[in-house]
């Protein structure tokens, strides 16, 4: 359910979901029905190279929950892996990154960067899935983290069993590395940054028992992509699906990991004098302009300028004079936990703007 903040309009959901179309363990209807229970505003399901369940009729509005649906597709190599929406199909199998990102681009579609830094061996059941093709730029945003990925990474032998049963405790939050590639990308044009909770629901053996490595209701109480719009959701499908899109494609989000705290009530806004500015905006000039941001409870705020922290401070609000044109951010932190990622704010002419 929507919680009007600052007079705008919060919505929750997550971001790529997998079924047994693929290499999901349950049915479309049964994720459908748990992302619900979960108070989930909309969900965005991504099985790999299929658009079946598309065809099949399976978008919609559910109670108060809009699904959309999409399809991730990869290279030859395993690698690449994309995760593409509104596409006309499913694009060649035997298409190279460059040509479905292209490919994306010209037909108006939506494509998000899926687990885009990935450090693991490439030996074993389940090797990284890297983006190798950064020369290519024609994407609309990348997962500055994902779940599965971080949770596979920080997997050991020796810690297998209660990284099984406790999954949500080992998330920490997006790495440096992708946070970089995102803000240096975002210089030259809006990316919008999501989180993908990656959702498969595997089961795995650990010793004599069968555990399921985030069942689709945990992964849906982890992490979370927030939009921000300034008119409610629609009740309509087609109108509410195309302010989802809307509000990615202009940057209009924020992340959080639920387990840390409901986000729904983050406030990150750009004031200049009777102008205010959220995350995807833009404000021409940066004289005179002040952040705040507020946080439904006390945490530790970096705000990050051009890629650079600024301030680091623990508190439940904080107000920051703009010196300076460029691209700013927050990060929210309890302890080494990551809660709370906003999407940036352009304030001023700088870098191609110049």
């Known amino acids: 359910m929507a919680n009007k903040i600052d007079g705008r309009y919060h919505y929750s959901g997550v971001v790529h979901i997998h079924t047994t179309e693929s290499d999901g363990t349950k049915p479309i209807e049964e994720v459908i029905q748990i992302g619900c229970r979960s108070g989930l505003d909309f969900m965005m399901f991504s099985d790999h190279m299929s658009l079946k369940h598309y065809e099949a009729g399976h978008e919609g509005i559910y109670g108060d929950t809009l699904v959309v649906i999409g399809y991730e597709h990869n290279d030859l190599d395993d690698n690449n892996h994309f ?22 681009c010209r037909d108006g579609a939506f494509g998000i960067v899926a687990h885009p830094i990935e450090h693991r061996s490439r030996e074993g059941k389940y090797p990284p899935y890297p983006w190798l093709e950064w020369g290519v730029d024609e994407f609309n945003g990348l997962e500055i983290w994902n779940q599965m990925s971080e949770w596979m990474e920080k997997l050991t ?32 044009r809006q990316y919008v940054g999501v989180t993908g909770v990656d959702a498969h629901a ?26 921000v719009l300034d008119e409610p959701l629609s009740s309509d499908f087609d109108t509410a699906r195309r302010q989802l899109f809307k509000a990615l494609a202009a940057c209009r989000v924020f992340c959080s990991n639920l387990r840390w705290g409901d986000a729904n009530e983050f406030v990150f806004r750009a004031i200049q004098g009777s102008k205010t500015a959220v995350s995807g905006d833009t404000l021409s000039e ?59 704010i352009r304030i001023g002419q700088f870098g191609d703007d110049v």
Do not use: C
Not at 163 to 188: C, H, N, Y
């Open 83 to 104: 995760l593409i929406f509104n596409s006309p199909s499913v694009y060649p199998y035997k298409s190279t990154a460059a040509e479905y990102v292209k490919a994306v």
């Open 157 to 188: 032998p020796w810690n297998k069993l209660a990284m099984a049963f406790s999954p949500r405790k080992s998330m920490v939050g997006p790495t440096a590395e992708v946070l970089q590639i995102w803000d240096q990308l975002s210089l030259k």
């Open 202 to 227: 595997f089961p795995v053996k650990v010793g004599p028992l069968t555990v399921v490595i985030f069942p689709y209701k945990v992964h849906f109480k982890a992490l979370r992509t927030h939009i």
């Open 286 to 344: 940066h004289e005179g302009v002040r952040l705040e941001i507020n946080l439904p409870s006390r945490a530790t705020i970096k705000l990050i300028g051009n890629g650079q922290e600024l301030v680091r401070t623990t508190t439940e609000s904080l107000e920051y004079s703009v010196g300076q044109p460029g691209l700013y951010r927050v990060e929210v932190w309890k302890g080494r936990r990551g809660w709370i990622f906003s999407n940036h």
